[in-house]
Structures are given as C-alpha cells and as structure tokens.
C-alpha cells in the first residue's frame, strides 16, 4: 500500500520547503512519502544544504521543482510555508488537509554571516519542532 504524500509548498522551492522536505523524510518518511514545491523553481539555496549538513541531514539531490498538480491531487496533507504559497498555491482538491506556517524567509536575512546563520538555523528548528509534532 502506499503511504500517505505530505507535500510542503513554498514561494520558489529554495529554502524553506526544501529543508522541509529534507526533515520530513528523516522524521517522517517511514509513514510518509515527503515532496516540496514552490510556486516558481528558484533551485536550492546553498546556505540551505549548509545549514541541514549542520544536523546531518544531505539535501543536495533535491529538486528545486514547481508544484506538480498530479503530487497535489493525491495528497494527504499540503503545507504552505509562506502566505505566497497559501495565496497563489493552485486550487487544493476537496478532502486534503491544509495547514500554513508562515515561517520568515531565510534567503531575505540580512546581516553578518552569523546572523544570518542564525535566522536559517531558527527556521530550520522551528520546522523540525513542527515536524515532529506531526508524528
């Protein structure tokens, strides 16, 4: 049988939604098959694979890739990750689950290195903390 998709959309399926398919698959991915998409391809932003090497989880054979209506008509759960997503995402088919974490965009960080460190860090562990709530 298959398993259930949760599928994490994003603006341009760099960051957010890319860490998130990454720590969903490592929590998640006995009982789910994990995919993310954004609502333009944008590929995946460097600090992003750097920041999931710091938890030792390899994001870089991930795909940045647009949403894919067949993934979004058969699954289970569709998060949004930014209120771009939420408001441009394609029409969600009756009887899939939605939820929105509006998460602040790490790849618009501004300051020192560390500082923006820090921002892909806190949003990196928020969505784990979401993540794991959903097991």
Request: proline share 3%; charged share 30%; hydrophobic share 30%.
């Given at each position: 049988?298959?398993k259930?998709i949760?599928?994490?959309l994003?603006?341009?399926?760099s960051?957010?939604?890319?860490m998130a398919?990454?720590?969903?698959?490592?929590?998640?991915g006995?009982?789910?098959?994990?995919?993310?998409?954004?609502i333009?391809?944008?590929?995946?932003?460097?600090k992003?694979v750097?920041?999931m090497?710091?938890?030792?989880?390899?994001?870089r054979?991930q795909?940045?890739?647009v949403?894919?209506q067949?993934?979004?008509?058969?699954?289970?759960l569709?998060?949004?990750?930014?209120?771009?997503?939420?408001?441009?995402?394609p029409?969600?088919?009756?009887?899939?689950?939605?939820?929105?974490?509006g998460?602040v965009?790490p790849?618009?960080?501004?300051?020192?290195e560390?500082?923006?460190?820090?921002?892909?860090?806190?949003?990196?562990?928020?969505i784990?903390?979401r993540i794991?709530?959903l097991k």
């Open positions: 049988m298959n259930p949760i599928y994490f994003c603006t341009g399926n960051c957010r939604s890319q398919e990454g720590l969903g698959k490592e929590i998640l006995d009982e789910w098959d994990v995919y993310s998409a954004g333009e391809a944008h590929g995946i932003n460097p992003a750097e920041m090497d710091e938890i030792g989880i390899d994001i054979n795909e940045s890739q949403i894919d067949n993934v979004l008509n058969e699954s289970k569709v998060i949004t990750l930014c209120g771009d997503a939420k408001e441009n995402c029409v969600i088919p009756t009887g899939v689950e939605t939820a929105h974490w998460l965009d790849a618009k960080a501004e300051g020192t560390e500082e923006v460190n820090k921002v892909f860090r806190d949003v990196r562990d928020e784990k903390r794991e709530d």
